[in-house]
């Protein structure tokens, strides 16, 4: 997999390169240059989610032109080639994500549980009682393992769980969802 983008440090010049912006207007967006064999560069501008995380994930989707954005709690899926944004969720407060391109699945994690996308549609969500985060380890055979934080008196409470890809259930110590 080839790594074709830089994340840019500081503001680029306004019409130096083609530019799209995606999400609100942000006053501290994350710019990214995307550098292409097949089509011209570009450059993007992705605004924020709207919970004030501090978190960002970009994962570029094996043989594809796909990437998977995820920008202080804001999700995006796009093409890099063509710079056209396939899936943006409007409420900005992920904190995970990780995308089955073999199975359409794109799987977000929140504070309070998991949505999952399969095309453009939410499919399925999770919503664990008594929960303060969700966070994702590995893809493994037809299982995703994460972990999820039960807050305690005690402090650090993280605890495996298992997302069966095929059924879409997760083994979460006793329970089942």
Request: hydrophobic content about 35%.
């Amino acid at each position: 997999m080839n790594k074709n983008f830089e994340i840019l440090e500081t503001i680029p010049i306004s019409g130096e390169i083609n530019e799209r912006h995606f999400g609100q207007t942000d006053s501290n967006p994350l710019w990214i240059k995307f550098s292409s064999i097949n089509s011209d560069n570009w450059i993007g501008s992705f605004s924020s989610g709207t919970i004030g995380l501090k978190n960002r994930k970009i994962s570029e989707i094996e043989k594809t032109s796909k990437i998977g954005l995820l920008t202080n709690g804001a999700f995006y899926l796009f093409d890099k080639e063509s710079g056209d944004l396939i899936f943006y969720p409007e409420q900005g407060h992920f904190i995970d994500f990780e995308i089955i391109s073999e199975l359409d699945l794109i799987i977000l994690a929140t504070n309070w549980g998991i949505n999952i996308i399969k095309g453009k549609k939410q499919i399925k969500e999770i919503r664990p009682d008594f929960i303060d985060g969700v966070r994702f380890l590995e893809k493994y055979e037809n299982s995703l393992i994460g972990e999820i934080f039960e807050p305690s008196e005690n402090g650090d409470n993280w605890s495996k769980f298992e997302l069966d890809l095929k059924t879409l259930e997760l083994n979460w110590g006793k329970y089942k969802y």
